[in-house]
């Protein structure tokens, strides 16, 4: 495998690849036999892929999604109101999009494509808040951003 490959398959930007580039390249010409330079790309691959996932760390926020089931249409024909408890799900996203998409994957991983309130065993992820042009199956009451709220203020302040 190349040593671009080895790099750019290890990190997410091209600037970050290009960086590890030059550091290796600068290796080599410090007289570094082919197997270190080898170890020495994989240790620099690894490095920088470290570094992007604190970066994306540090980007991302809590938020605490509210919402309650809409209405559904049952096999009869007739509106239904689905009788399931509202969601309250906390979230690590770097913004408001990106958080109704991370939390709409969280919740197909609980229910799976079958809510029998619903009367539906077809569910999709893209269906919880209505992405790429779906009905929502969830009703956003309020999105917090931060740490979650609690009713307890002394758990506030817990380590």
């Given at each position: 495998?190349n040593?671009?490959?080895?790099?750019?398959?290890?990190?997410?930007?091209?600037?970050q690849?290009?960086?590890?580039?030059?550091?290796?390249?600068?290796?080599?010409?410090?007289?570094?036999?082919?197997?270190?330079?080898?170890?020495?790309?994989?240790?620099?691959?690894?490095?920088?892929?470290?570094?992007?996932?604190?970066?994306?760390?540090?980007?991302?926020?809590?938020?605490?999604?509210?919402?309650?089931?809409?209405?559904?249409?049952?096999?009869?024909?007739?509106?239904m109101?689905?009788?399931?408890?509202?969601?309250?799900?906390?979230?690590?996203?770097s913004?408001?999009?990106?958080a109704?998409?991370?939390?709409?994957?969280?919740l197909?991983?609980?229910?799976?494509?079958?809510?029998?309130?619903?009367?539906?065993?077809?569910?999709?992820?893209e269906?919880?808040?209505g992405?790429?042009?779906?009905?929502?199956?969830?009703?956003?009451?309020?999105?917090?951003?931060?740490?979650?709220?609690?009713?307890?203020?002394?758990?506030?302040?817990?380590?």
């Open positions: 495998m040593t671009t490959k080895k790099i750019t398959d290890r990190v997410e930007t091209y600037e690849a290009r960086d590890a580039m030059l550091a290796a390249d600068h290796s080599v010409k410090a007289g570094y036999n082919e197997d270190q330079v080898n170890r020495l790309h994989d240790g620099l691959a690894a490095d920088a892929a470290d570094l992007v996932q604190e970066l994306a760390r540090e980007q991302r926020e809590d938020f605490t999604i509210v919402a309650d089931w809409e209405t559904a249409i049952g096999s009869d024909g007739e509106t109101s689905p009788d399931l408890l509202p969601v309250v799900i906390t979230v690590q996203a913004d408001q999009e990106v109704y998409w991370a939390a709409a994957h969280k197909f991983d609980y229910f799976g494509p079958v809510i029998e309130a619903l009367g539906r065993t077809d569910v999709m992820d269906e919880f808040f992405h790429q042009g779906r009905t929502a199956l969830l009703r956003v009451a309020a999105i917090f951003r931060g740490l979650p709220p609690l009713a307890d203020t002394e758990l506030c302040h817990v380590p």
